[in-house]
């Protein structure tokens, strides 16, 4: 069982910056594939980035490729989004999402554990 627990979500004007974690529960972090996801209202949940248990592989929607980086610190139990030069469109719910297994997955049906969702608001 996994826990995972979002922050670092709120407003930013456009071309700003913000850091989202994911804290999680459980003594078997590195096991575990880590995604982040969002949803903006009235649309689908949409994968953002993935990152394997050990870190070194990751990937990116195109729509965020270049701007937005994952991370992961398997010492803290913590994943990180570093999301710069964001826009508008980049408004939604961000979850983080964990499953154990291989890498890599990008639909929201192939992840187990979710957490509660932080709001981020860019304005133009």
């Known amino acids: 069982q996994v826990q995972l627990v979002e922050s670092g979500g709120g407003l930013v004007q456009a071309g700003g910056s913000l850091r989202l974690s994911c804290a999680a529960s459980g003594r078997t972090f590195s096991t575990y594939v880590l995604g982040w996801f969002r949803q903006a209202p009235g649309k689908e949940r949409e994968f953002v980035a993935v990152?394997?248990?050990?870190?070194?592989?990751?990937d990116y929607a195109d729509s965020v490729k270049g701007r937005f980086t994952i991370s992961r610190d398997n010492t803290k139990n913590t994943v990180y989004l570093q999301m710069n030069s964001l826009k508008p469109e980049d408004t939604a719910v961000y979850y983080c999402?964990?499953?154990?297994?291989?890498?890599?997955?990008?639909?929201?049906?192939?992840?187990?554990?979710w957490g509660q969702g932080t709001q981020v608001t860019v304005s133009s």
């Open positions: 999402a964990a499953r154990a297994g291989s890498y890599y997955y990008s639909l929201p049906r192939e992840y187990n554990y």
């Open positions: 990152v394997s248990g050990s870190g070194t592989r990751t």
